[in-house]
């Protein structure tokens, strides 16, 4: 089984801030990646999918990229709304698997 | 639009089953597959498994394959997980989410508590 792994686990940042998420893959998952956010006591929101296509309607602060087994999410300028966890996954093949998750707070 | 609605929460005994319903709409339901993903108390994503809503093909995850079965009804575009031999760990939200190769739309979430 492929497993993911995030880092960091937690930060925190200021508004406006340039923020980064890596997820690393125990082996090569081509472009099947994707990343969620996760607000306390709602259901995650898909953010970006195949590495570096953002779904439709998220904001454009939100980039994806990495190929193989090294991913990054990025959040270009750091908003209130966008604190929580976030979560990215591999979908190469059965069993997919998510990352253990970065909690992002606010300064 | 795309919605998938849960079923309400949950209290069961060690040693009982439980089983979650999702009902989807604004979509060709058959045309997709759906994930369920359960999430434990302060924890993160467990993927469960997956089933087809074409086929009713599945997919689980080995931890749980013994103890679950996940079905869909084309007829009420609903999907079904039953987790069965439930312990005190399987206290959890569970979620059911649409697949488009990866999970997109996710539903609210349904509160199971395994308690005696």
């Known amino acids: 089984d492929i497993q993911m792994t995030q880092s960091p686990s937690s930060l925190s940042a200021s508004v406006g801030d340039r923020v980064t998420i890596t997820c690393q893959a125990s082996?090569?998952?081509?472009?099947?990646l994707s990343w969620y956010h996760q607000k306390p006591g709602k259901a995650p929101r898909l953010l970006i999918f195949d590495v570096s296509n953002v779904e439709a309607g998220v904001p454009s602060r939100f980039s994806g990229s990495g190929s193989g087994t090294d991913f990054t999410l990025t959040i270009s300028s750091l908003q209130p709304e966008d604190i929580g966890t976030y979560y990215c996954q591999h979908y190469y093949f059965f069993p997919v698997a998510f990352g253990g998750g970065t909690q992002v707070e606010l300064k | 639009q795309v919605q998938l609605v849960q079923s309400g929460a949950e209290a069961k005994k060690p040693g009982a089953s439980v089983r979650v319903s999702c009902k989807a709409s604004g979509y060709a339901f058959s045309r997709f597959g759906i994930n369920w993903v359960r999430q434990a108390p302060g924890q993160g994503l467990e993927w469960m498994g997956w089933?087809?809503?074409?086929?009713?093909?599945?997919n689980y995850a080995q931890r749980f394959h013994d103890r679950v079965t996940m079905t869909t009804d084309t007829s009420t575009t609903t999907a079904y997980m039953e987790l069965r031999s439930l312990r005190r760990d399987d206290t959890a939200v569970y979620y059911c989410a649409r697949v488009r190769g990866f999970p997109d739309y996710w539903g609210q979430g349904t509160r199971v508590t395994v308690s005696s």
């Open positions: 089933v087809s809503a074409s086929n009713g093909q599945t």
């Open positions: 082996e090569d998952i081509t472009d099947n």
